[in-house]
């Protein structure tokens, strides 16, 4: 297969896309390269969240979404890629490099869960049960295996055990400071920021208590249509990992993305979460309500969504601030 490179149009629509990826408080810490042999991608310290993301974990993961969103949407335009995964040992920031080739067809699978990139976001609203629910997570599943993560579905005796984890959780990060600066400097305003989790995309107060397996965010706007009827009903999802190296965290985010378009495509609602697995004492509890002796990374509530309009997509960093010609050099 010969690699080449796209025009430019092509390119930067296929980085805009992937730039729609989900991240951690949408930070977006990502940063493209383009040079004539293809594409890199770096995780961008300086987008690190230390109080909610100590390692960068969820940095990575973010970055391994907007890497597979990436391969969505070349493949819809017609470009298949070589993705070569930390080529760099001394370069922690270069996560992966990415060769492009011409592809002879769509795969309409493809194209279908590229179509998806543009009407997936993030629903933190209470979901109604999503139907036939066995006929799809085997599907979710080989998704998931095809990035080397396995996913899990975490039955309805799990719920309540991670639901008073969270609430637990809440009250304990609640008194914390430097976490509360942080989660505030990112969610809940109300003008249009090209990054951060904006209030629209926020539960109520009312709303917030109809949904346990929560982040404990600001309040925002957002309400299903009838918020007094409500309790979630989500199907409760997790990925796990053999190892926590940063390749595994890599893997993670591409399945991450993988499962949420695939959701999105089949009219699903989904919301990754996290909070439970950054403190060691929950993410232990995660490990052993599953039936998987891996490390969990994500949870994921799927379900059906619960309002009658469309939630506003959230903002990302204009092209110019993500995508560079050539590696910038650091300053001195
Ligand atoms: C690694 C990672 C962790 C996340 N953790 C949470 C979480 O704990 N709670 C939540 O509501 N959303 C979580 N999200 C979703 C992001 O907040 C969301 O992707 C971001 O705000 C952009 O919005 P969008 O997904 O609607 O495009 C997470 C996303 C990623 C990739």
Same mark, same amino acid.
């Given at each position: 297969?010969?690699?080449?490179?796209?025009?430019?149009?092509?390119?930067?629509?296929?980085?805009?896309?992937?730039?729609?990826?989900?991240?951690? !408080?949408?930070?977006?810490?990502?940063?493209?390269?383009?040079?004539?042999?293809?594409?890199?991608?770096?995780?961008?310290?300086?987008?690190?969240?230390?109080?909610?993301?100590?390692?960068?974990?969820?940095? =990575?993961?973010?970055?391994?979404?907007?890497?597979?969103?990436?391969?969505?949407?070349?493949?819809?335009?017609?470009?298949?890629?070589?993705?070569?995964?930390?080529?760099?040992?001394?370069?922690?920031?270069?996560?992966?490099?990415?060769?492009?080739? !011409?592809?002879?067809?769509?795969?309409?699978?493809?194209?279908?869960?590229?179509?998806?990139?543009?009407?997936?976001? @993030?629903?933190?609203?209470?979901?109604?049960?999503?139907?036939?629910?066995?006929?799809?997570?085997? !599907?979710?599943?080989?998704?998931?295996?095809?990035?080397?993560?396995?996913? =899990?579905? /975490?039955?309805?005796?799990?719920?309540?055990?991670?639901?008073?984890?969270?609430?637990? /959780?809440?009250?304990?990060?609640?008194?914390?400071?430097?976490?509360?600066?942080?989660?505030?400097?990112?969610?809940?305003?109300?003008?249009?920021?090209?990054?951060?989790?904006?209030?629209?995309?926020?539960?109520?107060? @009312?709303?917030?208590?109809?949904?346990?397996?929560?982040?404990?965010?600001?309040?925002? *706007?957002?309400?299903?249509?009838?918020?007094?009827?409500?309790?979630? #009903?989500?199907?409760?999802?997790?990925?796990? @990992?053999?190892?926590?190296?940063?390749?595994?965290?890599?893997?993670?985010?591409?399945?991450?993305?993988?499962?949420? /378009? *695939?959701?999105?495509?089949?009219?699903?609602?989904?919301?990754?979460? *996290?909070?439970?697995?950054?403190?060691?004492? *929950?993410?232990?509890? =995660?490990?052993?309500?599953?039936?998987?002796?891996? /490390?969990?990374?994500?949870?994921?509530?799927?379900?059906?969504?619960?309002?009658? #309009?469309?939630?506003?997509?959230?903002?990302?960093?204009?092209?110019?601030?993500?995508?560079?010609?050539?590696?910038? @050099?650091?300053?001195?």
């Amino acid at each position: 297969m010969t690699s080449a490179v796209p025009d430019r149009a092509s390119l930067e629509s296929a980085v805009a896309l992937a730039c729609r990826a989900p991240s951690l !408080h949408n930070s977006q810490p990502w940063r493209w390269v383009v040079d004539r042999y293809g594409l890199s991608l770096f995780s961008d310290p300086d987008r690190l969240l230390p109080a909610t993301d100590d390692f960068g974990r969820q940095m =990575v993961i973010s970055c391994g979404a907007a890497l597979n969103h990436l391969e969505y949407a070349f493949a819809a335009q017609g470009w298949g890629i070589d993705i070569d995964r930390m080529p760099a040992r001394a370069d922690r920031e270069l996560l992966a490099t990415v060769g492009m080739f !011409h592809q002879r067809e769509i795969v309409p699978d493809d194209a279908r869960l590229a179509e998806a990139i543009p009407t997936r976001s @993030t629903d933190r609203l209470p979901f109604a049960a999503p139907p036939s629910w066995d006929e799809t997570t085997p !599907h979710l599943q080989a998704v998931s295996e095809r990035s080397g993560v396995r996913l =899990v579905v /975490l039955g309805e005796r799990s719920r309540a055990a991670l639901e008073e984890a969270s609430l637990r /959780l809440s009250g304990l990060r609640g008194g914390n400071p430097v976490y509360q600066a942080e989660l505030r400097w990112w969610a809940g305003h109300p003008d249009p920021f090209p990054q951060g989790v904006p209030e629209a995309a926020l539960p109520s107060a @009312t709303q917030r208590r109809s949904v346990s397996l929560a982040r404990d965010f600001p309040s925002g *706007t957002a309400a299903s249509a009838d918020p007094a009827a409500l309790q979630d #009903q989500a199907a409760i999802l997790l990925l796990t @990992t053999d190892a926590d190296s940063r390749l595994d965290w890599l893997r993670c985010g591409e399945a991450l993305s993988a499962v949420l /378009l *695939t959701c999105a495509s089949r009219g699903l609602a989904t919301c990754p979460v *996290t909070h439970l697995t950054e403190m060691p004492a *929950t993410r232990t509890l =995660v490990r052993d309500l599953s039936s998987d002796p891996g /490390l969990p990374q994500v949870l994921i509530r799927v379900g059906v969504a619960t309002h009658e #309009q469309t939630l506003p997509t959230t903002s990302r960093r204009p092209l110019s601030e993500v995508l560079f010609k050539v590696r910038p @050099t650091p300053p001195e």
